[in-house]
């Protein structure tokens, strides 16, 4: 019996999701967690810098998790967007 090798990557992205779903203040329909492993990067844009350390801090709570890598874009109200 064989098991597919990204199922754990699977399992802790969902985590991850869900945990950043539950955050107030924060789209995280706009946020992508990817796993390597324990590290988990994520993806996407946010409003703000604090949405986006929030969302860094939430995924860091998550059971699995041992580093987590920001690639987020921050969009900002006047529309420009600038790398996190």
Known sequence: MT??????NADLEKKV????????????SAIEPHAEGTKVILEGSVDTVFS????????????????VES????????GTSTSH
Not at 3 to 8: A, H, Y
Not at 17 to 28: F, G, S, Y
């Open 17 to 28: 999701t869900e945990r950043l779903a539950k955050l107030p203040d924060v789209d995280a």
């Open 52 to 67: 986006a350390r929030k969302a860094v801090l939430s995924a860091e709570t998550v059971d699995g998790v041992h580093d």
């Open 3 to 8: 098991t597919e090798p990204n199922s754990g």
């Open 71 to 78: 690639h987020l874009t921050l969009t900002g109200k006047d």
